[in-house]
């Protein structure tokens, strides 16, 4: 199995400023990664696919990098609607894709 | 507009089978460029991978749950369905179907909680 792990488990920002989220993998994924965006009592919404694409409706705000084992999601200003839980998640080992833990964006 | 809807019962016993549907509408199960899966997620914490399937039937499931899963597929009421046997409080979770075409999910349920207790 491969183990997706997120850092920070929350991260603290200020709305305006830039949120930078890490997701590292245990071995290669390529650049098959996605990362998620869930709200409370919501369902997770597909924000970024193959590591740095923006899936359709998702504001530009919202940037993907890297390959391999590292994986950034960038949030470049903040907005209210943005603090939310971020999940990254591997498709390149199928049937078996595994999430990160995710990370929690709060309000500083 | 592609909408997903999980439905089921909401309470499951112990050692009992857990049974659920999802229905979709606004397109086609039927579509060759996309699989239909299941993922859940336990109260308070994150999302685990169960299962897809494509809608020609062929299956795939993830290798931690593979014994106790069975993924469905009825084109002729557009929906697809999952069974998990032999259910504990551990299975206790939120349910959700999804569709994906290489293995971003980019359309989900709304989700459906199903509780595993006496």
């Known amino acids: 199995e491969i183990v997706m792990t997120q850092s920070p488990a929350t991260l603290s920002v200020s709305p305006g400023e830039r949120a930078t989220l890490s997701c590292r993998a245990s071995?290669?994924?390529?650049?098959?990664l996605a990362w998620y965006q869930q709200k409370p009592g919501q369902a997770p919404r597909l924000l970024i696919y193959?590591?740095?694409t923006r899936a359709t409706g998702i504001p530009a705000r919202f940037s993907g990098s890297g390959s391999g084992t590292e994986f950034t999601l960038t949030i470049s200003s903040l907005q209210s609607e943005d603090f939310a839980v971020y999940y990254c998640?591997?498709?390149?080992?199928?049937?078996?894709?595994?999430f990160g833990q995710g990370t929690k964006l709060e309000i500083k | 507009q592609l909408q997903l809807q999980e439905s089921g019962p909401g309470l499951v016993k112990p050692s009992e089978t857990l049974s659920l549907t999802c229905t979709v509408s606004?397109?086609?199960?039927?579509?060759?460029?996309?699989?239909w899966g299941w993922i859940r997620q336990p109260p308070g914490k994150g999302l685990e991978w169960i299962g897809s399937?494509?809608?020609?039937?062929?299956?795939y499931y993830n290798p931690s749950l593979k014994s106790r899963v069975t993924i469905s597929v009825d084109t002729s009421k557009n929906q697809f369905s999952l069974k998990l046997s032999s259910v504990t409080a551990a299975d206790t979770a939120v349910y959700y179907c999804?569709?994906?075409?290489?293995?971003?999910?980019?359309?989900w349920g709304q989700g459906t909680l199903v509780t595993v207790s006496s």
């Open positions: 999804a569709r994906h075409a290489d293995g971003a999910a980019s359309d």
């Open positions: 606004g397109g086609s199960i039927s579509s060759s460029s996309y699989y």
């Open positions: 399937i494509y809608y020609s039937g062929s299956t």
């Open positions: 071995q290669s994924v390529s650049s098959n």
């Open positions: 193959g590591a740095s």
């Open positions: 998640q591997q498709y390149n080992n199928w049937p078996a894709y595994t």
